[in-house]
Every structure is written in structure tokens, then in C-alpha cells.
């Protein structure tokens, strides 16, 4: 296997992108970052099936997202994410705990989605990425990207209290 110094650059540059996108399809960082290092492990393994020239990021999101649908298949239970609510209620105490306990709120809510609406949510308002762009990385045409999308927001509001 021949090393491709740029490749690997390029992927240790993605990092910290992929872990947040990990970390949120699997709602903890100890999950998040098994399944960062599963991706890692499975793209340098088949680097040579990359396209020089096509998008790393996109190839890495679509290695990963098959990963977490392969190992959500194979695991049946769903895993508690979170502390208990009161302990996480006094968490920090550098005078962010409002911030904390909104994320830790916001990340709950996150969990309750449908797989696909939570993945949708994550690749347009987290990733930052394009209708067309999350679509073809979660292998979706657009408009069923878009409806995932407008549903997954609107859960995630009803959830947290808020209005449309």
C-alpha cells in the first residue's frame, strides 16, 4: 500500500469535523469517537478506492454514517446517553452552566429524533453543509433530504418548548 502523504494530511485535518458529526449521530464521545476511529481505520484501509480530486469529507461522512448504520443495526438497545438530570443540572461552575444545560437539553432532544431527521439536522445546521451536498452523503434525493430536514427542526423546537 502506497502512503499518500496528502491524503493523510487531508484526513487528519478533518478530524475534529468528524468527531463533532460522530459524536452527534451517537450521542456521546465515547461512542462518537469509537465510531471516528472505526471511519479512520476502514478509509485508510481502502485509500486506494478514493478519488483524487472528489471530496474527502464527503467520502468520510458516507464511510462513517455506514459504520453507525451498520453498528445501530447489530445493536438493538438504545444506550443511555446522558448523566442523570440532576447531575447534569450542576455541571460547571465557571458561570456556563446555563450553556451547559441548554446543550446537554439540546443534545437530548437531538436523541429523540428518528435516525434520519437527526442525521439531516446534523449535516445542514451543525456541518454546515448544502441540501444537495447532505443528500448525497446520506444518499437521498434533495427533496427527501429537505422534508427530514424541515421535520427533524420542527421536532427538535416541539421538544425543546419552543414555537416554529
Do not use: H
Not at 450521542?27 to 486506494?48: F, I, V
Not at 454514517?65 to 447489530?74: C, F, M, P, Q, V
Not at 427542526?153 to 425543546?160: F, I, N, P, S, V
Amino acid at each position: 500500500m502506497t502512503l499518500n502523504p496528502s491524503f493523510e494530511q487531508d484526513l487528519l485535518a478533518l478530524l475534529p469535523r468528524l468527531r463533532r458529526f460522530a459524536v452527534g449521530l451517537c450521542g456521546n464521545p465515547a461512542d462518537g469517537d469509537d465510531l471516528c476511529q472505526m471511519s479512520l481505520e476502514r478509509a485508510l484501509a481502502n485509500r486506494d478506492k478514493w478519488r483524487e480530486g472528489t471530496r474527502l469529507d464527503s467520502w468520510m461522512y458516507r464511510i462513517m454514517r455506514n459504520l453507525w448504520i451498520d453498528e445501530g443495526r447489530a445493536t438493538t438497545r438504545r444506550r443511555e446517553t446522558f448523566v442523570t438530570e440532576e447531575a447534569g443540572l450542576s455541571v460547571g461552575s465557571d458561570g456556563a452552566q446555563e450553556a451547559v444545560v441548554e446543550l446537554t437539553l439540546v443534545d437530548r432532544a437531538m436523541q429523540q429524533l428518528p435516525a434520519d431527521q437527526r442525521e439531516a439536522v446534523l449535516l445542514v445546521m451543525v456541518e454546515g453543509y448544502g441540501y444537495r451536498e447532505a443528500a448525497e452523503i446520506v444518499g437521498c434525493p434533495v427533496g427527501t433530504l429537505n422534508s427530514r430536514l424541515v421535520r427533524g427542526r420542527d421536532a427538535l423546537l416541539t421538544l425543546l418548548g419552543e414555537k416554529a
